[in-house]
């Protein structure tokens, strides 16, 4: 059975920091890219982040140099360093994996951050 279960999120001030992790099974993870999104009410689900299976990292506009993806492969789990965060961040985020690009595709429940002061 395939699950990707996210956790990490929280409610934090602006400036704050959180780590997201998203712990994958059921699939040969170091075979799938690995990709954050997220969902704000009222929004289309964006693109945070993203980690290829050579480990090459790309990010949106909005969060780069704030956030760092990162995986394990020996723990099959990947994650989101988000520092500096923004009211704006506010979201659900959701861990995405695919294989062949996108030939098959997982995805978590998700978890919410709150970014308030």
């Known amino acids: 059975q395939v699950q990707l279960v996210e956790s990490g999120g929280d409610m934090v001030k602006p400036g704050g920091s959180l780590r997201l992790s998203c712990a994958a099974s059921g699939f040969t993870f170091r075979d799938y890219a690995m990709y954050w999104y997220r969902q704000a009410p009222g929004k289309k689900r964006e693109l945070v982040a993203s980690i290829t299976v050579g480990y090459f990292p790309d990010y949106s506009d909005s969060v780069k140099g704030r956030f760092t993806i990162s995986r394990d492969n020996a723990k099959s789990a990947v994650y989101l360093q988000m520092n500096s965060l923004k009211s704006e961040d506010t979201a659900a985020y959701y861990c995405?994996?695919?294989?062949?690009?996108?030939?098959?595709?997982?995805w978590g429940q998700g978890t919410q951050v709150t970014v308030s002061s």
């Open positions: 995405n994996a695919k294989y062949l690009g996108g030939l098959v595709n997982y």
